[in-house]
């Protein structure tokens, strides 16, 4: 329905993105190079989100909650029974009986989100408003739709859950500033996601983290002999990642530890570069035949360099090198815990192990980010992780896996 007051906002933001040049909209990746005045920047942020307040308020939150899972409760077979003839009884309410669902926390990046670049307006508004359309989140029924985690979980257990990722979300010093163009889109780094968990009453029971590939750009501020000889350079950028990942990890464990139930954490490694680099490549020479084909992919070497030819090997190793770290961080904190803990740390290589080497998993406006195929690719490369976790949390999917084939089935709604 046409809403006159949408329509004055986006008007405004608008007019406001045409003033702003596109390279500041096209992509989140890297630290956000200073505006002369900070004013300045405080101000166009908050006036965009001034701006939006209406579609921040109106539109659906990034959470989803199983449908029927009032009905699915009320079945003496589901482990809730006990809590659904409490609320029926009156003595606990409805949002109690949703509160003592599984609650699934996601944490992430562009890569967890329906997002690619595109004109600014586009892009602008993707980042900001797109959600429940992703690899974890997807709620849309249609077969032909991303099968997400969520709704793989569905098949066995009514759930909430919820999604904090944001496009162009670093691994940062938890005091860093966001700067404005992760403002305009709301974007939060590790931190800042850790931080929004954290202030919930209800902490979850898993939560999922696969952020990180905007750390990845080792070209950025290098001279050209560095370039040639980037290995201290890209040592000292996986030591201050695992820094900058270990302390928003541990704030986590810290609440978990006090929490009355089990809490499951899944660390994912990065995406497997050295097999997206390959469908990158032959996105590359079909869009120099026919410009009109992948027609953002300029954008992405230009918002992120090390994606250019000449840096590629050393951003696969970097990737590399930042799973190994974010490996052995897990192995150190999982020191932490007793066999009688009620917290479990995992660190899981699912997603590098997806092969992007085909065009259809990458995006077809920026051979930058997953196509819908990409994030069902995702979406099977993550579920199937989660076993140890899920068994740890006591939610079994025994009852949507046929003993001969193991093959899980999708639930229609």
Partial sequence: MFSPTRFVFLAGVFVFLTAVPAQCTEEFANPPRPFPVVMGEEIAANLVDLLFLFDRVASDPPTATTPDYLERVSQPSSPFYNDYLEYRQGRISRAELVRRLPHVAMIGDSLTQHFYISSPISLFWRARTQ?????????????????????????FTPLVATEYNGAGALVAPARASEGIRRRIV???????????????????????????????????????????????????IATQ???????????LIDRAKTENHRVAIVVFGLANLETFFKARRKAEA?????????????????????????????????????????????????????????????????????????????????????????????????????????KFLGIGAKQTISPASGIVTRRTR
């Fill in 131 to 155: 959600r429940r359309k992703n690899w974890f989140l997807d709620t849309d029924p249609d077969p032909a739709s991303i099968w997400s985690v969520y709704e793989r979980m569905e098949t």
């Fill in 286 to 390: 079909l869009h120099a035949k026919n410009p009109a084909l992948y027609p953002y992919f300029e954008s992405g070497n230009r918002s992120f360099e090390s994606l250019k030819s000449p840096y590629q090997n050393n951003m696969v190793r970097l990737g590399l090198m930042l799973n190994g770290e974010m490996r052995a961080m897990v192995s150190n904190l999982d020191r932490q815990f007793t066999h009688s803990s009620n917290v479990r740390v995992q660190y899981s290589d699912a997603l590098a192990k997806v092969n992007f080497s085909r065009l259809e998993l990458i995006n077809p406006a920026d051979a930058w980010h997953p196509s819908i195929e990409g994030q069902k690719a995702l979406a099977a490369a993550a579920f199937s992780a989660l076993s140890p976790s899920l």
């Fill in 186 to 236: 709301r974007t939060r780094n590790l931190s800042g996601q850790a931080r929004q968990i954290l202030r919930k009453k209800r902490f979850p029971d898993l939560i999922l983290i696969w952020i990180g590939h905007n750390n990845l750009d080792w070209v950025e501020g290098l001279s050209p002999t560095e370039r040639a000889h980037p290995e201290k350079r890209m040592q000292e």
């Fill in 241 to 251: 990642f695992r820094q900058n990942y270990t302390e928003p990890l541990q704030w």
